[in-house]
């Protein structure tokens, strides 16, 4: 069942035009992460849904009603703010009752409400301090219960753990995504952090400069980036990129990088091929390997290639291995580190490659 | 002697004005604390040492009851006008109007004049064969009166209303600044929560600015007990003494009525109202810093 649909929504302030075109489906309890660079517009398609923002053109529709020209508190959401945005002069309770007192719930009902999910989010002793006298991690709690007790049809949340420090953050994420499991609740969350999204999301959105480039589960727009942009944004230490072009010859496909010839009978592809078209082949660094630590399938092709660079990360090593004039860089584990300037023999799994026009940049 | 100049340079720097301000404040205040103590006339003198008969005559005067009696009446009515209409002045401009800062300047240019312009122009708009009172005559209410000026009981409304005209500009602008700085997402999530936008300003907003009301009370505080020049150049304290003030009266013993005893006793009990507002402003303002 689909619970939001945003349908050829454009949004400019003036003549800037900030979201072009978008639209979006979004099924019952699932969780959608908009994921983009800073000033994509991911904030402002989340104040849309909410209502906070109101579109230029296009329609939103929550629980199958048409809501474009709803105020928001009528849209049954619930947003959680980056700042908070927790009433200061007022204490943790009142903060979490208020919005419900307004909504002529009797008190009586509103009290044990408000405890218990106090008691979830690990916040029932402090529900009778400020704001002011907690901490980021129990202020981000309160803003999340404060949306928690409204039993909205949907949460929005806009990048709340981006104040946190790295530790809080990542045993938030773990409960935000347990919150969600239990709740089931449909959310959209904004964040430009990509653990965050890779972890939380049942789908994300990786949106550009107002546009949306991909939709698709974690794992899915990970592997199989739809153009040059996507692949390029995910994963930390960024994907390899070879500039060549397509070899045709008896029925082989293969690609042509200068320093190699990559076979790629097993690749996929999106569009038939043309000999000689200028492609960019990308090859994330954990699909670099030397060669006996590699998982097999997908057919192994191997190098031997000069390290000229080896970084420790803690529970990797990123090994820069130097290929014609360019470099690549490849995640080798502790035990299997080449030494620097000697030839090392690695594995590109292939069966990991994405292959993109040189041109058009679009996946082929 | 470099090795102190070096540590102490900032110290150095500020003596000089430092000892000033010792003379010239705090030594004059000593020095008309001491005036006050003696039964000096035109000059001062300290050979007749009173004690505090001058304290005693000050209580026992009935100008300086009415005046003292006005600064509270006057100062309370002034302080409540002011505060209220400056903030409503100030929401309403916060609600991004059009030409907002057309409205802007218009309260805040009866702030760029002295007291004394201020109180002129009131003085000709309140003057019943001049001012509001005629114009309201051609409009054709013949029976409207506004004789503020003229009656005893209604002046202390003329100090307030021109004393608000100049003031409001500034509360304006200083209670603006405050909801300026309101983080915008708290009014987004009162918008999620549903909550009308005046219980936002009353339950939320308005007490955010409790540090905007404490400055603005203060400041208009002192305005209130160095209030000299409007009355000058409104009422010049009449009808009678009936809008005297403090200052006022200080200044006509100290230089028309050659009393600079009763005068100073008059100028230390300014002094002491004044600390009394100040002193537990500065205890919040240190506590909540510390
Ligand atoms: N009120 C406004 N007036 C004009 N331009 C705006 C306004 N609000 C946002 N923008 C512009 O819209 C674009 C998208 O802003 P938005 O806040 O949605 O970005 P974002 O993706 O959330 O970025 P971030 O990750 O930094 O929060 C930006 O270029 C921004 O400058
Ligand atoms: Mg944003």
């Given amino acids: 069942m689909i619970d939001i649909r945003i349908s050829n929504c454009n949004k400019n302030y003036g003549s800037l035009r900030v979201l072009k075109d978008i639209n979006l489906e979004i099924e019952r309890g699932e969780f959608i992460v908009l994921l983009g660079p800073s000033g994509c517009g991911k904030s402002t398609l989340l104040h849309i849904v909410a209502g906070l923002d109101r579109l230029t053109s296009g329609a939103i529709e929550i ?5 474009t020209d709803v105020e928001p508190k009528d849209r049954d959401i619930a947003m959680v703010f980056q700042s908070y945005a927790l009433y200061p002069t007022m204490s943790v309770r009142s903060n979490m009752e208020f919005g419900l007192r307004m909504r002529g719930k009797p008190m009586a009902e509103i009290r044990p409400l408000v405890e218990e999910k106090a008691r979830m989010l690990h916040i029932d002793h402090l529900l009778d301090r400020r704001p002011s006298q907690l901490s980021g991690g129990q202020r981000q709690r309160v803003a999340i219960g404060r949306a928690l007790v409204r039993d909205p049809r949907v949460f929005l949340f806009d990048e709340p753990l981006s104040n946190l420090d790295a530790k809080l953050r990542a045993s938030m994420r773990t409960e935000i995504k347990k919150l969600h499991q239990s709740l089931g609740t449909t959310a959209i969350y904004v964040t430009h952090d990509q653990l965050e999204a890779m972890t939380l999301a049942s789908r994300m959105v990786v949106m550009k400069a107002g546009e949306i480039q991909q939709v698709g589960k974690p794992e899915e727009v990970y592997h199989r980036p739809v153009n040059l942009f996507v692949a390029d944004f995910l994963g930390n230490p960024g994907m390899n990129f070879m ?13 042509d990088i200068g320093a190699a010839i990559l076979p790629l009978d097993g690749y996929a592809f999106e569009a038939a091929p043309a000999d000689g078209q200028a492609v960019v082949v990308g090859l994330r660094p954990e699909s670099i390997q030397p060669i006996s630590g590699l998982t097999s399938g997908g057919g192994a092709f191997t190098l031997t290639l000069r390290p000229t660079l080896i970084e420790h ?3 990797d090593n990123l090994v820069v291995l130097a290929m014609g004039d360019e470099e690549i860089v490849g995640k080798f584990p502790t035990d299997m580190l080449p030494k620097l300037g000697e030839p090392v023999t690695v594995g590109f ?3 990991r490659l994405s292959l993109f026009d040189a041109e058009s940049e679009r996946r082929i | 002697m470099r090795r102190f100049l070096q540590r102490h340079v900032s110290q150095v720097a500020l003596s000089p004005s430092l000892a000033l301000i010792a003379i010239f404040l705090y030594g004059f205040i000593a020095y008309t604390a001491a005036v006050s103590t003696t039964n000096s006339k035109a000059f001062p003198r300290f050979d007749n040492f009173v004690g505090l008969e001058q304290y005693w005559r000050l209580f026992h005067t009935p100008r300086w009851h009415v005046a003292f009696t006005n600064m509270f009446l006057f100062g309370g009515l002034f302080l409540l006008i002011t505060i209220l209409l400056g903030l409503l002045i100030a929401i309403l401009i916060d609600q991004r109007i059009r030409a907002e800062s057309f409205f802007r300047s218009i309260v805040m240019y009866p702030m760029a004049m002295s007291f004394v312009v201020t109180g002129i122009i009131w003085q000709w708009l309140l003057n019943p064969t001049l001012g509001i009172e005629v114009m309201v005559h051609q409009l ?8 503020w000026l003229t009656n005893p009981d209604t002046v202390i409304w003329a100090l307030v209303v021109a004393a608000f005209w100049q003031g409001c500009g500034l509360v304006m602008a200083l ?5 300026r700085g309101i983080d915008e997402d708290i009014w987004k999530a009162a918008a999620v929560d549903g909550i009308p936008a005046w219980r936002v300003y009353v339950f939320i907003v308005i007490p955010m600015l ?7 009370v203060v400041l208009l505080s002192l305005s209130i007990v160095r209030a000299f020049d409007l009355v000058v150049a409104l009422t ?3 009808p009678g003494v009936s809008s005297d003030l403090p200052s006022v009266f200080m200044f006509d013993m100290a230089f028309r009525r050659t009393n600079l005893g009763l005068s100073a006793a008059s100028a230390v009990v300014m002094l002491g109202t004044v600390l009394a507002i100040l002193i537990p402003y500065l205890y919040v303002e240190t506590r909540e810093r510390a």
């Fill in chain 2, 236 to 238: 010049n304290g009449g």
């Fill in chain 1, 313 to 315: 990360t803690g529970s």
């Fill in chain 2, 210 to 216: 409790a540090p905007v009301f404490l400055t603005v």
């Fill in chain 1, 349 to 351: 799994d292939l069966g």
């Fill in chain 1, 243 to 255: 500039r060549g072009h397509i070899r045709l010859d008896g029925g082989h496909i293969s690609a």
């Fill in chain 2, 140 to 147: 054709g209410f013949t029976s409207f009166r506004l004789d």
């Fill in chain 1, 63 to 67: 629980g199958g009603r048409d809501v």
């Fill in chain 2, 175 to 179: 209670f603006l600044a405050g909801l």
